[in-house]
Nanobody
């Protein structure tokens, strides 16, 4: 099992950049697919991006493709680099991990970090 902790959220102006991180406080990401979801106020949670641990294949939602980049630097940390941010990117961003491909859900979740994009 893994325990996930997100960090790096905050307030940024539209057009700006922000990087959020997901680290394990228990266990390692080795063999896990890791991804990011987000939930805006009054909206359902949605998939943002994921990275496969086996071959580093990355997947993105169409709404963030070309602006967001998911990456990992070791067995314990995954990043989501967010560029050209828009007000509609405002949401709580959740890190998730699973042994299977992540698309609509995952087994393990962090508590989330808030990203606010001002217009």
């Amino acid at each position: 099992q893994v325990q996930l902790v997100e960090s790096g959220g905050g307030l940024v102006q539209a057009g700006g950049s922000l990087r959020v991180s997901c680290a394990t406080s228990r266990g390692t990401f080795r063999n896990y697919n890791v991804g990011w979801f987000r939930q805006a106020p009054g909206k359902e949670r949605e998939f943002v991006a994921a990275v496969s641990w086996r071959d580093s294949t990355t997947y993105y939602a169409d709404s963030v493709k070309g602006r967001f980049t998911i990456s990992r630097d070791n067995a314990n940390t995954v990043y989501l680099q967010m560029n050209s941010l828009k007000p509609e990117d405002t949401a709580v961003y959740y890190c998730a991990a699973d042994l299977v491909r992540i698309s609509t859900g995952a087994e393990f979740w962090g508590k989330g970090t808030l990203v606010t994009v001002s217009s």
